[in-house]
């Protein structure tokens, strides 16, 4: 478990990421927010939510 000072540090920058990138013009995916939420709850690792992300934008 992560302290809650982790997790709003956590929620920031996520929340920085997804604002920064709609402002390019990208769409965010509802499953980057699913597995961005387990990140910010400690239930994965940085490293994990990339394996999931580029697992997913390859199709595997």
Known sequence: MISKA?????????????????LEGCIISNEYRRLSKKYIKGEMTLEELGNEVRKNLHGD
């Open 6 to 22: 982790e997790q709003e540090y956590r929620r920031k920058i996520i929340e920085y990421g997804i604002a920064s990138c709609e």
